[in-house]
């Protein structure tokens, strides 16, 4: 079963304005984690954001923020006033906390976010 | 600061060859991974190291073979390898949390780019 779900492959953007990447998750632990990261075309996997699963406040970054909708299992990253830069590959990922120490990450299949300006 | 590195960044090689790949970090992490990421996938995880002991081999063939010298350093020996094991490389740390816990953020390094001929 999958266990991160983003359903959009490709989004257009226009410059400066917020855009929104979905992502909906499984799972049946009580704890866990849920982080964003931005890979451009270079390779690096950039950390953006992260929400523990108890947190009660969405968390924000800059000009990132995460809606994290718990009952609805779902974590969509908001980014405001795009920019060029912007244009990345964007995956989700959950971190289930249910075997310390050896957590796995397990990433979604991405989106790419092309800002046009 | 968050730096991983990697080097190199881009190996080609043949399916005879012996190389390795390097990773490290200087942030005190005490847990390492090795990723395997295809064009356009997510990256899959291959290794896992704890307290520089591998705790997690996420049935990876043989021929890659990971060590873990010291907190710092994480390699990946590469021997007799296959043209479908081509790809994108990435190292990460993170911190093991107090209490030998919860691992929390993974930072990833910028990637060996891997081409097998």
């Known amino acids: 079963a999958q266990k991160i779900t983003q359903t959009q492959p490709g989004m257009f953007v226009q410059e400066k304005e917020a855009v929104t990447l979905d992502c909906t998750y499984d799972t049946s632990d009580q704890s866990y984690g849920l982080f964003w990261y931005k890979q451009p075309s270079s390779g690096e996997m950039i950390f953006l954001i992260y929400?523990?699963?108890?947190?009660?406040q969405n968390a924000t970054e800059g000009r990132y923020s995460l809606n994290f909708q718990k009952a609805r299992k779902s974590a969509n990253l908001v980014i405001s006033a795009s920019q060029l830069g912007d244009s990345a590959m964007y995956f989700c990922a959950m971190r289930e906390d249910f075997n310390f120490g050896n957590e796995k990450l397990t990433f979604g299949t991405g989106t790419r976010l092309t800002i046009i300006p | 600061d968050t730096e991983v590195t990697q080097t190199p960044k881009h190996l080609v090689m043949g399916m005879t060859n012996k190389k390795s790949l390097k990773c490290e970090q200087h942030m005190g992490h005490r847990a390492m991974y090795w990723y395997k990421q295809k064009a356009k996938k997510p990256p899959e995880l291959m290794f896992v190291y704890s307290y520089e002991k591998l705790s997690i081999n996420e049935s990876v063939p043989s021929r890659f073979s990971p060590e873990c010298p010291n907190s710092s350093l994480l390699n990946l020996h590469l021997h007799a390898l296959q043209p479908e094991d081509s790809a994108l490389y990435l190292c990460?740390?993170?911190?093991?949390?107090?209490?030998?816990?919860?691992?929390?953020?993974?930072?990833f390094g910028p990637g060996t780019r891997l081409t097998v001929l």
């Open positions: 990460a740390s993170s911190q093991i949390l107090a209490g030998g816990g919860r691992t929390d953020t993974q930072y």
């Open positions: 929400q523990g699963s108890y947190d009660e």
